[in-house]
């Protein structure tokens, strides 16, 4: 029984870990990149729409190309200087939430 409460217990806190870090599929416009000495990079993303929720709730629009404070991905920064330059419109993916939003995937469209 102690077993099973254990399981129980981990699972709920798996749920609702889980829940702050759902991925989130969002369309917008690429605002300003900014890319640092460490080689991490973040976007601000303008004018978030079309994603599962209502509001877009990454802190003042900063999505940061992979993981926060590590050196970006080359793919997406790729893709998001192409974008940038273009004028594009993306749709992206994000997890988390807050200031540790985190893309998953960008596409100009």
């Known amino acids: 029984m102690k077993e099973l409460s254990r399981v129980i217990a981990f699972g709920a806190l798996l749920i609702f870990w889980a829940s702050g870090y759902a991925d989130g599929n969002w369309t917008g416009e690429i ?57 594009k419109t993306i749709r992206f993916g994000v997890r988390g939430t807050g200031a540790s939003c985190e893309s998953t995937y960008i596409t100009a469209e």
């Not at 802190?59 to 190309?65: A, E, G, K, S």
């Not at 926060?68 to 080359?74: S, W």
């Open 31 to 87: 605002g300003k990149i900014t890319v640092f000495e460490d080689a991490s990079a973040y976007v601000i993303i303008s004018n978030p729409r079309n994603g599962p929720v209502a509001t877009f709730d990454c802190t003042q629009n900063v999505v940061y190309l992979g993981v926060k404070n590590t050196p970006a991905n080359h793919a997406l920064l790729s893709q998001v200087m192409m974008a940038y330059s273009t004028s």
